[in-house]
């Protein structure tokens, strides 16, 4: 199959959180084009089933297709975790997650073989970070903590508050016992948390921000495969955002954490799909 | 219309906050047949628009009608403030919602006319609470809060906790200094931390659990149409539960909160409805 490599390419979250990938490939691959889909109306997948979020994974994946993208990065670590191993069999384009790139570096990352993940309840259960880095290093032991306050505590807009600290300090307290020297960041959200994480693990303790990692993961298979783009794209602008609901308030948070000026979401109804 | 006295009741919710409504109809109407429908996989309704709602809320009603019911109680604070008006015009049987009947009791129990009002942000935003207060009593001012942080408190399990208190002495800072002398707790999970809630607002204030005031009016309405179930449902269990996603997780919390043995609930796609 000969696809066009100045397609752009699909990035998918269950809200906003998947934001902070984008904004990776945008500072790393400023020659791609982007389309953007935010399942709004349905976040969060982290306490939905594994049927569930397959199902919603393959009706966003069919509206991707109908935008014309050359490769999908799965920006939602649930998704990544309970749904692309089985989608990417059932497609013929490119497809990358959020999970195994931020397992492959922390694997490469930890010296003593104790490495730690934060995460929604759903992806600590399924054990995909776990499973990865065993298939890189079986001797690193992974210790998964779910997490479930803190993704809405960043929607609260209390990245920097004394509650959260103390939500953070009481999640993080097994970890810190374990004596992990790696702390992967898995859910999107939690980049926007990582000053006060690092504060309450301390210096001895790496963070990995799988988000990173996903565009340089990204990076590096479009060029395998040549199908980097190789001109910027003129007279258009190069990023489009689609949401199943809410569109101004999701703009309104976009334009926060992106480093480009970004035009108004649409919003599109994702049953049809 | 000739309806069945001894057809179920309709009870709806985004997720299993509604179950506090259940609980208080089966507590005060013990011989009403009831079919609940928790949509867990859309969870929560807080933070999405009119639209979305309102499309969400048609769907569980045509599912509840293929169940024969003879009323529908729409459990779900946001749900009974951006849809109720529109679908009690669009259905042929009775359909109540706990913001009506929550702000009835508020607007007779206080007696400085100051009345608070804690909610999602969209309730909050939509003030339906401060409608209908006002049209019982203009004299009344209605101070709203939306607390987004004590859905997921609750869902932790953190009710009795020193970080769920400090959430909610900052959100109530400042329904105290307006000297408010009566609280609705405007969502479903709410008197699940009313125990919180009382210590932190003083003996003074008076709490207003729209779930239960909702059962009353229930069985007001369904007297007043000559609709109570005469008879005890025999040879039958008299409660069904239905939700869109993750049934063990609802059937284990559901079990945890109802005064009643339950049996497990049933999944189904509520997209085709």
Known sequence: MIMDKEAPIGVFDSGVGGLTVAR?????????KIIYFGDTARVPYGSKSKDTVLRYSRQII???RTQG??????????????????????????IIGVVKAGARVAATTTTNRKVGVIATESTIQSKMYQDYISTIDPQITVFGKGCPLLVPLVEEGWTEDDVTKKVVERYLQELKEEEIDT????CTHYPLLSKIV???????????NPAYETAVELEALLAQRGMKSEVCASGEFPYRFFV??????FTEFAQSILPVEMPKAHQINIEEY
């Not at 702390?183 to 898995?186: A, C, D, P, R, Y």
């Not at 690092?198 to 990995?208: A, R």
């Open 198 to 208: 690092g504060e309450v693990m301390g210096s001895g303790v790496k963070l990995v």
């Open 69 to 94: 993208v050359k490769a999908i990065v799965v920006a939602c670590n649930t998704a990544s975790a309970l749904a692309l191993d089985v989608i990417e069999q059932e497609i013929d384009i490119p």
């Open 244 to 249: 199943s609901d809410a569109a101004n308030k």
């Open 62 to 64: 069919r509206f991707l």
């Open 183 to 186: 702390l992967i960041l898995g």
């Open 24 to 32: 990776e490939i945008m500072k790393n691959l400023p020659m791609e």
